[in-house]
């Protein structure tokens, strides 16, 4: 069976990886290939997005090298057919959007995402909430699309109705179907929104996902 997504990228933040110990997180490592398909970027710019040092980025890139995902050179760095091909199926899972403020937020930047085919895996949110809060966010909060809307997945009680600015921006945005998870994320800056996004979606993808 090939190497699918979770698999590809948790044994790259694994400790008993080829290389030094990874200074980096997980939320690093994804947003780090989020960067690199949308343009080939150079490590000193890829280092300012993500905010770690260069020591710190210059592991990162070694580990992606190691594994055939991406290729480094004076360039910049740019996904291989293998980069590419785990990153289509991450961006085939996730789905993020920044969002403005409404009921469901509770600091200064927002972000929401959303991960296919995942509320079956979702018991409270709880978990979710404390996999941001561990990646820096402020909070989260775990919704659900069942039968054609927005649910909490504690009470079934419709988001539209205790929360309609929410409702709208994560229908508008993020256009939800059937068996869809939605994490909406606080923080007090943009980069920990992201990290703490990236976290709690990353606790909904199971190793069933994937082939």
């Given at each position: 069976m090939p190497t699918g997504l979770k698999e590809t990228i948790e044994n790259l933040v694994c400790e008993k990886a080829p290389g030094p110990t990874p200074s980096f997180s997980l939320p690093d490592l994804l947003r780090a290939l989020e960067l690199i398909a949308d343009k080939s970027i150079g490590r000193n710019k890829l280092a300012q997005e993500l905010g770690v040092g260069e020591g710190t980025v210059r592991t990162l890139i070694g580990r992606l090298r190691n594994t055939d995902l991406i290729t480094a050179s004076k360039a910049g760095c740019s996904l291989t057919k293998k980069g590419l091909k785990i990153w289509k199926e991450y961006a085939a899972t996730f789905k993020k959007t920044t969002m403005e403020k409404n009921e469901l937020t509770f600091g200064e930047y927002n972000v929401a995402v959303l991960v296919r085919k995942s509320a079956s895996h979702v018991s409270t949110g709880i978990e979710q909430r404390d996999a941001a809060?561990?990646?820096?966010?402020?909070?989260?909060?775990?919704?659900?699309?069942?039968?054609?809307?927005?649910?909490?997945?504690?009470?079934?009680?419709?988001?539209?109705?205790?929360?309609?600015?929410?409702?709208?921006?994560?229908?508008?945005?993020?256009?939800?179907?059937?068996?869809?998870?939605?994490?909406?994320?606080?923080?007090?800056?943009?980069?920990?929104?992201?990290?703490?996004?990236?976290?709690?979606?990353?606790?909904?993808?199971?190793d069933n996902n994937h082939s």
């Open positions: 809060v561990m990646a820096g966010a402020r909070g989260a909060t775990t919704v659900l699309f069942k039968t054609g809307r927005l649910v909490f997945p504690s009470s079934d009680n419709d988001v539209a109705h205790d929360s309609p600015q929410a409702s709208s921006q994560m229908l508008k945005l993020l256009k939800p179907e059937g068996g869809d998870a939605i994490i909406v994320v606080s923080a007090d800056n943009s980069r920990k929104a992201e990290a703490g996004a990236i976290a709690a979606a990353w606790t909904l993808l199971k």
